[in-house]
Protein backbone atom coordinates (compact mmCIF):
# COMPACT_ATOMS: atom_id res chain seq x y z
CA UNK A 1 0.00 0.00 0.00
CA UNK A 2 1.63 3.30 -1.00
CA UNK A 3 2.08 5.95 1.51
CA UNK A 4 -0.37 8.24 -0.50
CA UNK A 5 -3.35 5.89 -0.78
CA UNK A 6 -2.77 4.66 3.36
CA UNK A 7 -3.10 8.34 4.53
CA UNK A 8 -6.25 8.90 2.19
CA UNK A 9 -7.67 5.73 4.32
CA UNK A 10 -6.51 7.20 7.17
CA UNK A 11 -8.13 10.28 7.05
CA UNK A 12 -11.62 9.01 5.37
CA UNK A 13 -11.58 6.34 8.09
CA UNK A 14 -10.73 9.20 10.58
CA UNK A 15 -13.72 11.53 9.31
CA UNK A 16 -16.16 8.39 9.62
CA UNK A 17 -14.93 7.82 13.59
CA UNK A 18 -15.34 11.35 14.42
CA UNK A 19 -18.83 11.86 12.50
CA UNK A 20 -20.37 9.02 14.11
CA UNK A 21 -19.04 10.22 17.03
CA UNK A 22 -20.77 13.76 16.97
CA UNK A 23 -23.92 11.66 15.74
CA UNK A 24 -24.36 9.90 18.85
CA UNK A 25 -26.14 12.55 20.86
CA UNK A 26 -29.21 12.20 18.98
CA UNK A 27 -29.64 8.91 20.59
CA UNK A 28 -27.62 9.15 24.15
CA UNK A 29 -29.10 9.40 27.15
CA UNK A 30 -26.95 12.35 28.37
CA UNK A 31 -28.28 15.10 30.48
CA UNK A 32 -27.68 18.53 28.78
CA UNK A 33 -27.05 19.63 32.40
CA UNK A 34 -24.08 18.43 32.90
CA UNK A 35 -21.41 20.43 30.81
CA UNK A 36 -17.74 19.02 30.19
CA UNK A 37 -14.58 18.52 27.28
CA UNK A 38 -16.39 16.23 25.45
CA UNK A 39 -13.00 15.80 23.32
CA UNK A 40 -10.97 14.45 26.38
CA UNK A 41 -8.78 14.72 29.44
CA UNK A 42 -5.22 13.99 30.42
CA UNK A 43 -4.50 11.37 33.16
CA UNK A 44 -2.63 13.88 35.71
CA UNK A 45 -4.56 16.49 34.35
CA UNK A 46 -7.30 19.07 35.39
CA UNK A 47 -10.44 17.57 34.97
CA UNK A 48 -13.45 19.64 35.82
CA UNK A 49 -17.26 19.38 34.94
CA UNK A 50 -20.14 21.72 35.25
CA UNK A 51 -23.47 20.86 36.65
CA UNK A 52 -26.79 23.14 36.89
CA UNK A 53 -29.30 21.91 39.32
CA UNK A 54 -27.51 18.82 40.90
CA UNK A 55 -29.67 16.37 42.59
CA UNK A 56 -27.14 15.00 45.12
CA UNK A 57 -24.84 16.74 47.54
CA UNK A 58 -21.73 14.14 45.38
CA UNK A 59 -21.16 12.77 42.12
CA UNK A 60 -20.05 9.15 40.83
CA UNK A 61 -17.45 9.14 38.13
CA UNK A 62 -18.25 5.74 36.35
CA UNK A 63 -16.89 3.83 34.00
CA UNK A 64 -18.57 2.25 30.33
CA UNK A 65 -19.52 -0.86 32.32
CA UNK A 66 -21.23 1.48 34.88
CA UNK A 67 -18.94 0.27 37.89
CA UNK A 68 -18.20 3.45 40.08
CA UNK A 69 -14.51 3.79 40.32
CA UNK A 70 -14.27 7.42 42.50
CA UNK A 71 -16.64 9.68 43.95
CA UNK A 72 -16.75 13.70 45.30
CA UNK A 73 -18.53 16.03 46.49
CA UNK A 74 -20.42 18.56 43.82
CA UNK A 75 -19.05 22.33 44.86
CA UNK A 76 -21.08 24.66 46.18
CA UNK A 77 -23.24 26.33 43.28
CA UNK A 78 -22.30 29.87 42.12
CA UNK A 79 -24.78 32.47 40.08
CA UNK A 80 -23.35 33.28 36.51
CA UNK A 81 -25.11 36.24 35.39
CA UNK A 82 -24.17 35.75 31.55
CA UNK A 83 -25.86 32.49 31.69
CA UNK A 84 -28.85 32.52 34.56
CA UNK A 85 -27.77 29.72 36.20
CA UNK A 86 -26.77 28.17 39.48
CA UNK A 87 -23.30 26.89 38.11
CA UNK A 88 -21.59 23.75 40.71
CA UNK A 89 -18.49 22.29 39.59
CA UNK A 90 -17.67 18.61 39.43
CA UNK A 91 -13.83 18.11 40.35
CA UNK A 92 -12.52 14.63 39.42
CA UNK A 93 -8.97 15.51 38.32
CA UNK A 94 -7.63 13.42 41.32
CA UNK A 95 -8.51 10.86 39.13
CA UNK A 96 -6.03 9.59 36.86
CA UNK A 97 -6.61 6.39 35.30
CA UNK A 98 -7.13 5.84 31.28
CA UNK A 99 -10.47 4.89 29.59
CA UNK A 100 -13.97 5.46 29.43
CA UNK A 101 -16.55 7.27 31.77
CA UNK A 102 -19.14 9.49 32.34
CA UNK A 103 -20.61 11.34 35.32
CA UNK A 104 -23.37 10.89 37.86
CA UNK A 105 -25.43 12.66 39.99
CA UNK A 106 -28.56 11.03 41.27
CA UNK A 107 -30.52 10.73 37.92
CA UNK A 108 -28.49 12.83 35.98
CA UNK A 109 -25.67 11.55 33.51
CA UNK A 110 -23.12 13.25 31.37
CA UNK A 111 -22.26 11.01 28.09
CA UNK A 112 -19.06 9.10 27.70
CA UNK A 113 -16.03 10.74 27.44
CA UNK A 114 -12.04 9.87 27.46
CA UNK A 115 -9.39 10.09 29.58
CA UNK A 116 -6.28 9.28 27.77
CA UNK A 117 -2.43 10.11 26.95
CA UNK A 118 -3.10 11.59 24.18
CA UNK A 119 -6.79 13.13 24.17
CA UNK A 120 -5.83 16.06 21.47
CA UNK A 121 -3.67 14.46 18.32
CA UNK A 122 -6.43 14.14 16.32
CA UNK A 123 -8.30 17.37 17.21
CA UNK A 124 -5.02 19.82 16.60
CA UNK A 125 -3.95 18.02 13.13
CA UNK A 126 -7.78 18.91 11.98
CA UNK A 127 -7.49 22.22 13.01
CA UNK A 128 -4.56 22.93 11.34
CA UNK A 129 -5.91 20.96 8.50
CA UNK A 130 -8.88 23.85 8.02
CA UNK A 131 -6.71 26.41 6.46
CA UNK A 132 -5.65 23.23 3.49
CA UNK A 133 -9.09 23.32 2.55
CA UNK A 134 -9.74 27.12 2.90
CA UNK A 135 -6.75 27.13 0.09
CA UNK A 136 -7.52 29.52 -2.71
CA UNK A 137 -5.56 28.55 -6.20
CA UNK A 138 -5.58 25.08 -6.17
CA UNK A 139 -7.71 21.88 -6.26
CA UNK A 140 -8.57 19.91 -3.46
CA UNK A 141 -7.70 16.34 -4.38
CA UNK A 142 -9.61 13.37 -3.24
CA UNK A 143 -6.36 11.74 -1.55
CA UNK A 144 -6.15 14.95 0.49
CA UNK A 145 -9.51 15.95 1.11
CA UNK A 146 -11.74 13.04 0.78
CA UNK A 147 -15.47 13.62 0.37
CA UNK A 148 -14.53 17.62 0.40
CA UNK A 149 -12.94 17.27 -2.91
CA UNK A 150 -13.43 20.53 -4.72
CA UNK A 151 -12.28 21.53 -8.49
CA UNK A 152 -9.37 24.22 -8.81
CA UNK A 153 -10.75 27.91 -7.55
CA UNK A 154 -9.94 31.36 -7.25
CA UNK A 155 -6.50 31.36 -9.91
CA UNK A 156 -6.44 35.05 -9.23
CA UNK A 157 -4.02 36.32 -12.00
CA UNK A 158 -6.16 38.63 -13.34
CA UNK A 159 -6.96 40.99 -10.23
CA UNK A 160 -7.25 44.47 -10.96
CA UNK A 161 -6.33 47.68 -9.42
CA UNK A 162 -9.02 49.22 -8.07
CA UNK A 163 -9.51 53.33 -8.32
CA UNK A 164 -8.88 53.60 -4.77
CA UNK A 165 -5.16 51.53 -5.39
CA UNK A 166 -4.24 53.61 -8.53
CA UNK A 167 -1.13 55.55 -7.72
CA UNK A 168 2.03 57.33 -8.85
CA UNK A 169 3.47 53.58 -10.36
CA UNK A 170 0.05 51.67 -11.45
CA UNK A 171 -3.15 52.84 -12.37
CA UNK A 172 -6.38 51.56 -12.04
CA UNK A 173 -7.32 49.23 -14.10
CA UNK A 174 -4.45 47.18 -14.46
CA UNK A 175 -4.28 43.54 -14.24
CA UNK A 176 -1.99 42.21 -11.89
CA UNK A 177 -1.62 38.51 -10.17
CA UNK A 178 -2.66 37.68 -6.49
CA UNK A 179 -2.67 33.70 -6.01
CA UNK A 180 -2.57 31.48 -3.23
CA UNK A 181 -3.41 32.42 0.01
CA UNK A 182 -6.24 31.37 2.46
CA UNK A 183 -9.83 32.39 1.79
CA UNK A 184 -10.31 34.14 5.30
CA UNK A 185 -13.75 33.19 6.76
CA UNK A 186 -16.94 32.07 5.60
CA UNK A 187 -16.48 34.28 2.25
CA UNK A 188 -14.25 33.92 -0.36
CA UNK A 189 -11.87 37.41 -0.21
CA UNK A 190 -8.37 37.14 1.47
CA UNK A 191 -7.52 40.12 4.03
CA UNK A 192 -3.70 40.80 4.89
CA UNK A 193 -4.90 42.66 8.41
CA UNK A 194 -6.65 39.55 9.68
CA UNK A 195 -4.38 37.06 7.80
CA UNK A 196 -1.49 39.20 10.13
CA UNK A 197 -2.50 37.93 13.51
CA UNK A 198 -3.53 34.42 12.12
CA UNK A 199 -0.24 33.65 10.21
CA UNK A 200 1.62 34.95 13.01
CA UNK A 201 0.14 32.74 15.40
CA UNK A 202 0.38 29.76 13.78
CA UNK A 203 4.36 30.58 12.86
CA UNK A 204 4.38 31.60 17.26
CA UNK A 205 2.68 27.74 17.65
CA UNK A 206 5.60 26.31 15.42
CA UNK A 207 8.69 28.28 17.31
CA UNK A 208 7.20 27.16 20.99
CA UNK A 209 6.18 23.54 19.55
CA UNK A 210 8.27 22.74 16.99
CA UNK A 211 9.19 19.10 17.86
CA UNK A 212 5.82 18.27 18.23
CA UNK A 213 4.78 19.91 15.01
CA UNK A 214 7.96 18.15 13.76
CA UNK A 215 6.27 14.84 14.33
CA UNK A 216 2.62 15.46 12.90
CA UNK A 217 1.32 15.30 9.53
CA UNK A 218 -2.35 15.68 8.07
CA UNK A 219 -2.19 14.49 4.70
CA UNK A 220 -1.95 17.76 2.57
CA UNK A 221 -0.03 17.78 -0.31
CA UNK A 222 3.30 18.44 0.59
CA UNK A 223 3.47 16.07 3.76
CA UNK A 224 6.16 13.88 1.81
CA UNK A 225 8.18 16.56 1.71
CA UNK A 226 11.29 17.10 4.58
CA UNK A 227 9.68 20.68 6.02
CA UNK A 228 6.54 20.31 8.72
CA UNK A 229 3.27 20.52 7.76
CA UNK A 230 2.46 23.32 9.41
CA UNK A 231 5.30 25.80 8.02
CA UNK A 232 4.26 24.42 4.64
CA UNK A 233 0.73 25.63 5.35
CA UNK A 234 2.19 29.08 6.16
CA UNK A 235 4.23 29.33 3.44
CA UNK A 236 1.24 29.01 1.13
CA UNK A 237 -0.68 32.29 2.70
CA UNK A 238 2.86 34.18 2.78
CA UNK A 239 2.67 33.41 -0.85
CA UNK A 240 -0.19 35.35 -1.10
CA UNK A 241 0.76 37.90 1.23
CA UNK A 242 4.03 38.44 -0.64
CA UNK A 243 2.20 39.74 -4.14
CA UNK A 244 0.51 41.99 -1.63
CA UNK A 245 3.35 44.31 -1.71
CA UNK A 246 4.11 47.16 -4.27
CA UNK A 247 7.57 46.13 -5.01
CA UNK A 248 7.89 50.22 -6.11
CA UNK A 249 7.47 51.48 -2.78
CA UNK A 250 6.98 48.92 0.07
CA UNK A 251 3.69 49.38 0.64
CA UNK A 252 0.77 46.63 0.82
CA UNK A 253 -2.60 46.78 -0.16
CA UNK A 254 -5.18 46.15 2.11
CA UNK A 255 -7.45 42.84 0.63
CA UNK A 256 -7.71 40.95 -2.63
CA UNK A 257 -12.31 40.85 -2.56
CA UNK A 258 -14.81 41.12 -4.91
CA UNK A 259 -16.84 44.01 -4.67
CA UNK A 260 -19.68 42.04 -2.51
CA UNK A 261 -19.67 38.42 -0.89
CA UNK A 262 -20.52 36.62 -3.13
CA UNK A 263 -23.33 33.94 -2.62
CA UNK A 264 -23.41 30.09 -1.59
CA UNK A 265 -22.13 27.99 -3.87
CA UNK A 266 -18.90 25.94 -4.81
CA UNK A 267 -15.51 27.83 -4.83
CA UNK A 268 -14.77 27.21 -8.34
CA UNK A 269 -18.33 28.30 -9.20
CA UNK A 270 -17.31 32.23 -7.58
CA UNK A 271 -16.24 33.92 -11.00
CA UNK A 272 -17.07 37.55 -10.31
CA UNK A 273 -13.93 40.38 -10.74
CA UNK A 274 -11.90 40.49 -8.26
CA UNK A 275 -9.50 43.90 -7.12
CA UNK A 276 -6.90 44.63 -4.56
CA UNK A 277 -8.30 47.97 -3.00
CA UNK A 278 -5.48 50.97 -1.17
CA UNK A 279 -2.55 50.32 0.76
CA UNK A 280 -3.16 51.19 4.66
CA UNK A 281 -0.57 51.27 7.48
CA UNK A 282 -2.31 48.82 9.55
CA UNK A 283 -1.99 46.10 6.00
CA UNK A 284 1.86 47.29 5.94
CA UNK A 285 2.58 46.96 9.38
CA UNK A 286 0.54 43.22 9.56
CA UNK A 287 2.83 42.58 6.56
CA UNK A 288 6.14 43.46 8.45
CA UNK A 289 5.78 41.90 11.66
CA UNK A 290 4.75 38.70 9.56
CA UNK A 291 7.49 38.96 7.19
CA UNK A 292 9.96 39.88 9.79
CA UNK A 293 8.47 36.83 11.89
CA UNK A 294 9.06 34.50 8.97
CA UNK A 295 12.29 35.45 8.28
CA UNK A 296 13.19 34.16 11.63
CA UNK A 297 11.43 30.78 11.47
CA UNK A 298 12.68 29.44 7.61
CA UNK A 299 15.88 31.05 7.80
CA UNK A 300 17.27 27.83 9.24
CA UNK A 301 16.35 26.16 6.46
CA UNK A 302 16.09 28.55 3.32
CA UNK A 303 18.60 32.03 4.39
CA UNK A 304 18.10 33.12 0.61
CA UNK A 305 14.55 33.35 1.31
CA UNK A 306 14.54 34.33 5.06
CA UNK A 307 16.83 37.28 3.47
CA UNK A 308 14.19 38.47 1.24
CA UNK A 309 10.97 38.06 3.38
CA UNK A 310 13.31 40.32 5.87
CA UNK A 311 13.72 42.91 2.99
CA UNK A 312 10.22 42.80 1.94
CA UNK A 313 9.57 43.70 6.16
CA UNK A 314 12.16 46.59 5.90
CA UNK A 315 10.35 47.87 2.70
CA UNK A 316 7.12 47.60 3.88
CA UNK A 317 8.03 49.41 7.44
CA UNK A 318 9.38 51.99 5.41
CA UNK A 319 6.27 52.98 3.65
CA UNK A 320 4.38 52.53 7.12
CA UNK A 321 6.92 55.03 8.73
CA UNK A 322 6.35 57.50 5.76
CA UNK A 323 2.47 57.04 5.71
CA UNK A 324 2.07 56.57 9.74
CA UNK A 325 -1.83 57.41 9.64
CA UNK A 326 -3.04 56.00 6.19
CA UNK A 327 -6.40 54.35 7.80
CA UNK A 328 -8.01 51.70 5.63
CA UNK A 329 -11.68 52.44 4.75
CA UNK A 330 -13.97 50.41 2.14
CA UNK A 331 -14.00 52.46 -0.95
CA UNK A 332 -17.02 54.42 -2.17
CA UNK A 333 -17.44 54.83 -5.70
CA UNK A 334 -19.88 55.66 -8.65
CA UNK A 335 -18.30 53.95 -11.22
CA UNK A 336 -19.72 50.89 -12.52
CA UNK A 337 -15.84 49.88 -13.38
CA UNK A 338 -14.08 50.51 -9.87
CA UNK A 339 -17.49 49.59 -7.86
CA UNK A 340 -17.49 50.44 -3.84
CA UNK A 341 -16.23 48.00 -1.70
CA UNK A 342 -18.63 46.15 0.55
CA UNK A 343 -17.17 42.77 1.71
CA UNK A 344 -14.94 42.96 5.44
CA UNK A 345 -13.14 46.03 6.15
CA UNK A 346 -10.73 44.93 9.22
CA UNK A 347 -10.86 49.00 9.57
CA UNK A 348 -8.36 50.59 12.13
CA UNK A 349 -7.08 53.94 13.06
CA UNK A 350 -5.11 53.54 15.87
CA UNK A 351 -1.98 52.38 15.12
CA UNK A 352 0.25 52.31 17.90
CA UNK A 353 -0.30 48.68 18.63
CA UNK A 354 0.51 47.45 15.30
CA UNK A 355 4.06 50.04 15.18
CA UNK A 356 5.45 48.18 18.32
CA UNK A 357 4.41 44.56 17.48
CA UNK A 358 6.16 45.35 14.01
CA UNK A 359 8.64 46.89 15.28
CA UNK A 360 9.58 43.99 17.80
CA UNK A 361 9.23 41.41 15.17
CA UNK A 362 12.29 43.52 12.92
CA UNK A 363 13.86 44.35 16.04
CA UNK A 364 14.29 40.27 16.93
CA UNK A 365 15.06 39.04 13.42
CA UNK A 366 18.05 42.40 12.81
CA UNK A 367 18.97 42.92 16.66
CA UNK A 368 18.29 46.77 15.49
CA UNK A 369 16.90 48.88 18.22
CA UNK A 370 16.12 51.69 16.41
CA UNK A 371 12.89 49.27 15.03
CA UNK A 372 11.63 50.12 19.04
CA UNK A 373 11.60 53.67 18.96
CA UNK A 374 8.49 53.85 16.84
CA UNK A 375 6.36 52.84 19.88
CA UNK A 376 8.28 52.03 22.97
CA UNK A 377 6.71 49.25 25.64
CA UNK A 378 6.90 51.84 27.97
CA UNK A 379 4.34 54.28 26.17
CA UNK A 380 1.43 51.54 27.03
CA UNK A 381 -0.42 51.73 30.35
CA UNK A 382 -1.74 48.44 29.87
CA UNK A 383 -1.84 45.19 27.51
CA UNK A 384 -4.87 43.69 25.86
CA UNK A 385 -5.74 40.11 25.12
CA UNK A 386 -4.65 40.03 21.18
CA UNK A 387 -7.64 40.44 18.63
CA UNK A 388 -7.04 41.51 15.03
CA UNK A 389 -7.56 45.11 15.66
CA UNK A 390 -5.44 44.98 18.92
CA UNK A 391 -1.90 43.33 18.54
CA UNK A 392 0.60 44.89 21.11
CA UNK A 393 0.52 41.66 22.93
CA UNK A 394 2.15 39.63 20.04
CA UNK A 395 4.93 41.61 20.33
CA UNK A 396 4.85 40.94 24.16
CA UNK A 397 4.89 37.51 23.81
CA UNK A 398 7.91 37.13 21.17
CA UNK A 399 9.63 39.56 23.33
CA UNK A 400 9.08 37.61 26.68
CA UNK A 401 9.16 34.56 24.79
CA UNK A 402 12.94 35.42 23.18
CA UNK A 403 16.54 34.40 23.85
CA UNK A 404 17.55 37.68 24.80
CA UNK A 405 18.78 38.40 27.93
CA UNK A 406 18.14 41.79 28.35
CA UNK A 407 15.57 44.63 30.53
CA UNK A 408 13.64 44.69 27.40
CA UNK A 409 12.53 41.03 28.04
CA UNK A 410 12.47 41.47 31.42
CA UNK A 411 9.88 44.52 30.70
CA UNK A 412 7.72 42.18 28.62
CA UNK A 413 7.62 40.14 31.40
CA UNK A 414 6.60 41.91 33.84
CA UNK A 415 3.62 42.89 31.54
CA UNK A 416 2.58 39.39 30.38
CA UNK A 417 1.92 39.23 34.33
CA UNK A 418 -0.05 41.67 34.33
CA UNK A 419 -2.11 40.87 31.57
CA UNK A 420 -2.22 37.33 33.09
CA UNK A 421 -3.08 38.05 36.51
CA UNK A 422 -6.16 40.19 35.40
CA UNK A 423 -7.28 36.83 33.31
CA UNK A 424 -6.30 34.55 36.24
CA UNK A 425 -9.11 37.22 38.66
CA UNK A 426 -11.61 36.25 35.97
CA UNK A 427 -10.85 32.49 35.97
CA UNK A 428 -10.95 32.24 39.96
CA UNK A 429 -13.80 33.46 40.61
CA UNK A 430 -16.03 32.59 37.84
CA UNK A 431 -19.08 30.03 38.48
CA UNK A 432 -17.60 28.11 35.29
CA UNK A 433 -14.12 28.69 35.82
CA UNK A 434 -12.96 30.13 33.14
CA UNK A 435 -11.93 33.54 31.64
CA UNK A 436 -14.47 34.78 29.56
CA UNK A 437 -16.56 37.42 31.56
CA UNK A 438 -17.89 39.32 28.20
CA UNK A 439 -19.18 38.18 24.80
CA UNK A 440 -18.74 39.62 21.09
CA UNK A 441 -18.15 38.35 17.99
CA UNK A 442 -15.78 35.88 17.69
CA UNK A 443 -16.67 35.23 21.60
CA UNK A 444 -14.88 31.71 21.23
CA UNK A 445 -11.36 33.24 19.81
CA UNK A 446 -11.29 35.35 22.45
CA UNK A 447 -11.21 32.73 24.86
CA UNK A 448 -8.77 30.94 22.68
CA UNK A 449 -6.66 34.33 22.38
CA UNK A 450 -6.35 34.50 26.19
CA UNK A 451 -5.61 30.93 26.75
CA UNK A 452 -2.64 31.73 24.42
CA UNK A 453 -1.80 34.65 26.66
CA UNK A 454 -2.11 31.86 29.97
CA UNK A 455 0.57 29.66 28.21
CA UNK A 456 2.92 32.24 27.32
CA UNK A 457 3.02 34.00 31.07
CA UNK A 458 2.91 30.02 32.05
CA UNK A 459 6.03 29.22 30.04
CA UNK A 460 8.22 32.45 31.29
CA UNK A 461 7.08 33.06 34.81
CA UNK A 462 6.38 28.93 35.48
CA UNK A 463 3.12 30.07 37.63
CA UNK A 464 0.45 26.84 37.38
CA UNK A 465 -2.42 28.23 37.71
CA UNK A 466 -1.78 29.85 34.20
CA UNK A 467 -1.39 26.52 32.88
CA UNK A 468 -4.50 25.20 34.62
CA UNK A 469 -6.42 28.42 33.30
CA UNK A 470 -5.15 28.06 29.78
CA UNK A 471 -6.87 24.52 29.86
CA UNK A 472 -9.72 26.08 31.28
CA UNK A 473 -10.07 27.62 28.31
CA UNK A 474 -9.69 24.50 26.05
CA UNK A 475 -12.24 22.95 28.16
CA UNK A 476 -14.71 25.46 27.85
CA UNK A 477 -14.45 25.74 23.62
CA UNK A 478 -14.61 21.85 23.48
CA UNK A 479 -17.49 21.55 25.50
CA UNK A 480 -17.29 23.28 29.49
CA UNK A 481 -19.84 26.48 28.65
CA UNK A 482 -23.66 27.24 29.01
CA UNK A 483 -24.64 25.81 25.16
CA UNK A 484 -23.60 22.28 26.07
CA UNK A 485 -22.20 22.58 22.58
CA UNK A 486 -18.06 21.39 21.47
CA UNK A 487 -17.98 24.12 19.54
CA UNK A 488 -15.34 22.40 16.97
CA UNK A 489 -16.84 20.83 13.87
CA UNK A 490 -16.82 17.37 13.70
CA UNK A 491 -15.58 16.42 17.47
CA UNK A 492 -17.45 15.84 20.76
CA UNK A 493 -21.24 14.52 21.31
CA UNK A 494 -23.09 17.99 20.39
CA UNK A 495 -21.16 19.99 17.25
CA UNK A 496 -21.86 22.40 14.75
CA UNK A 497 -23.28 21.46 11.62
CA UNK A 498 -24.44 24.67 9.98
CA UNK A 499 -21.53 26.96 9.56
CA UNK A 500 -21.67 29.63 8.22
CA UNK A 501 -19.01 28.82 5.46
CA UNK A 502 -19.83 28.99 1.85
CA UNK A 503 -17.38 25.90 1.17
CA UNK A 504 -19.41 23.69 3.54
CA UNK A 505 -22.43 24.72 3.08
CA UNK A 506 -22.30 24.50 -0.77
CA UNK A 507 -20.59 21.24 -1.14
CA UNK A 508 -23.84 18.50 -0.62
CA UNK A 509 -21.98 17.28 2.65
CA UNK A 510 -24.42 16.83 5.61
CA UNK A 511 -21.65 17.15 7.56
CA UNK A 512 -19.10 20.32 7.71
CA UNK A 513 -15.72 19.80 7.42
CA UNK A 514 -13.74 18.79 10.77
CA UNK A 515 -12.15 21.17 12.95
CA UNK A 516 -13.48 24.19 12.13
CA UNK A 517 -13.97 26.77 15.45
CA UNK A 518 -16.88 28.67 15.13
CA UNK A 519 -17.52 32.25 16.71
CA UNK A 520 -19.55 31.37 19.55
CA UNK A 521 -22.02 33.14 21.64
CA UNK A 522 -22.86 36.82 21.17
CA UNK A 523 -25.79 38.97 21.67
CA UNK A 524 -24.72 41.65 20.19
CA UNK A 525 -25.11 41.41 16.33
CA UNK A 526 -27.94 39.11 16.61
CA UNK A 527 -30.34 41.33 14.72
CA UNK A 528 -28.29 41.35 11.61
CA UNK A 529 -28.80 38.39 10.41
CA UNK A 530 -31.15 35.37 11.12
CA UNK A 531 -32.94 38.01 13.33
CA UNK A 532 -33.37 38.25 16.87
CA UNK A 533 -36.45 36.01 17.28
CA UNK A 534 -34.12 33.07 15.59
CA UNK A 535 -32.19 32.92 18.93
CA UNK A 536 -34.33 30.87 21.71
CA UNK A 537 -32.11 32.72 24.42
CA UNK A 538 -30.38 36.18 24.52
CA UNK A 539 -28.64 35.53 27.37
CA UNK A 540 -24.93 36.54 26.82
CA UNK A 541 -23.41 32.90 27.17
CA UNK A 542 -25.95 30.66 26.00
CA UNK A 543 -26.93 33.06 22.44
CA UNK A 544 -25.52 30.81 19.98
CA UNK A 545 -27.64 29.26 17.04
CA UNK A 546 -26.28 26.63 14.78
CA UNK A 547 -27.80 27.23 11.49
CA UNK A 548 -25.82 29.09 8.45
CA UNK A 549 -27.84 32.26 8.64
CA UNK A 550 -25.76 33.05 11.82
CA UNK A 551 -22.77 34.69 10.82
CA UNK A 552 -22.34 36.58 14.20
CA UNK A 553 -22.06 33.45 16.48
CA UNK A 554 -21.33 30.16 13.54
CA UNK A 555 -18.97 31.71 11.27
CA UNK A 556 -15.42 29.93 11.04
CA UNK A 557 -12.47 32.57 10.38
CA UNK A 558 -9.10 32.00 9.93
CA UNK A 559 -8.49 34.19 13.09
CA UNK A 560 -10.29 31.93 15.21
CA UNK A 561 -8.81 28.61 14.19
CA UNK A 562 -5.00 30.01 14.37
CA UNK A 563 -5.47 30.27 18.73
CA UNK A 564 -6.71 26.65 18.75
CA UNK A 565 -4.12 25.49 17.01
CA UNK A 566 -1.42 27.48 18.97
CA UNK A 567 -3.43 26.87 22.46
CA UNK A 568 -4.01 22.69 21.64
CA UNK A 569 -0.39 22.12 20.70
CA UNK A 570 0.85 24.11 23.91
CA UNK A 571 -1.46 22.30 26.16
CA UNK A 572 -0.48 19.07 24.67
CA UNK A 573 3.41 19.86 24.83
CA UNK A 574 3.33 21.62 28.28
CA UNK A 575 1.18 17.86 29.71
CA UNK A 576 3.78 15.86 28.45
CA UNK A 577 7.16 18.33 29.71
CA UNK A 578 5.38 18.47 33.05
CA UNK A 579 4.66 14.63 33.50
CA UNK A 580 6.26 12.79 31.18
CA UNK A 581 7.64 9.41 32.59
Given at each position: ???TL?????F?????L??????????????P??R??Q?????????????????D???????????????????????????????????????????E????NG???????T???????E???????????????????E?YA????????H???????????????I??????????G???????????????I???????????????????????P???????DL??E?????K?M???????????????????????????????????????????????????K??????????????Q?L???????????????????NP??N???Y????????????????????????????????YL??????????????????????????????D??????????D????????L????R??P?????????????????N?S??????Y??????????????????V????A??????????????M?I???????????????????????????????GA??????????CY?????????????I????P??????????????R???
Amino acid sequence: MTGTLRSFLSFTLLTLLMWSCAFMDKSSQSDPNIRLNQVGFYPNGQKLAIIVGPQDDSFELKDKNDQTVFTSEVLPAKYWDQSGENASILDFSAFSETGEYYLQNGNIKSALFTISEQPYTELLKSAAKTYYFNRATTELQEEYAGVYKRPFSHPDTTVLIHASAAGDFISAGTSISTPFGWYDAGDFNKYIVNSGISTYTLLTSYQHYQTLFDTLEWNIPESNNSRADLLDEILWNIKWMETMQDTLDGGVYHKTTTANFEGFMEASKASAQRFVVTKGTAASLNFAAVMAKASVVYKSEDSVYSQQLLNRAKAAWNWAQRHPNAEFKNPVSNSPKYPSIHTGEYGDNHFQDEFFWAGAELYLATMDMNYLQAQSIDEFSYFNVPNWATVETLGLISLASSDLNNHLKKKASDQLMVLAERLISDWRESPYRVTINKFVWGSNAEVMNQSMVLLNAYRVLGNVEYFEAAVSGLDYVLGRNATGYCFVTGYGQVSPMNIHHRQSASDNIDQPIPGFLVGGPNPRNIHQDCGADEYPVHLPAKCYLDEVCSYSTNEVAINWNAPLVYVTAGVQSIYRQRFSK
